[in-house]
Nanobody, 115 residues
Framework: QVQLVESGGGLVQTGGSLRLSCAASGSSFRNYDVYWYRQAPGKQRELVASMTSSGFPYSTDSVKGRFTISRDNAKNTAYLHMNSLKPEDPAVYYC?????????WGQGTQVTVSS
């Protein structure tokens, strides 16, 4: 089972960009589907984007055209490229990975957007 560590969160102005990284331990990362979730205070955790082990991406409607998920299996890392950040985007962003019965979560990274 992989261990996941997110990084790249921080404070950015409205309209700005951030790139989140999700570094995975272990050699089986390429077999995992990867997910980015976010949770804002008082709200449920929601799926933002995902990418299958074969590279098929998905993103929720609210971030389509602004956020892009990618992965580099050689580096055991997944990314969430966030552009045109809006006031409704601040949250703790979590990386997750799933393969067969294995399911891992990272500790989260905070994204804050200032107006």
């Amino acid at each position: 089972q992989v261990q996941l560590v997110e990084s790249g969160g921080g404070l950015v102005q409205t309209g700005g960009s951030l790139r989140l990284s999700c570094a995975a331990s272990g050699s089986s990362f390429r077999n995992y589907d990867v997910y980015w979730y976010r949770q804002a205070p008082g709200k449920q955790r929601e799926l933002v984007a995902s990418m299958t082990s074969s590279g098929f991406p998905y993103s929720t409607d609210s971030v389509k055209g602004r956020f892009t998920i990618s992965r580099d299996n050689a580096k055991n890392t997944a990314y969430l490229h966030m552009n045109s950040l809006k006031p409704e985007d601040p949250a703790v962003y979590y990386c997750a990975a799933r393969w067969d019965l294995y399911h891992s979560w990272g500790q989260g990274t905070q994204v804050t957007v200032s107006s």
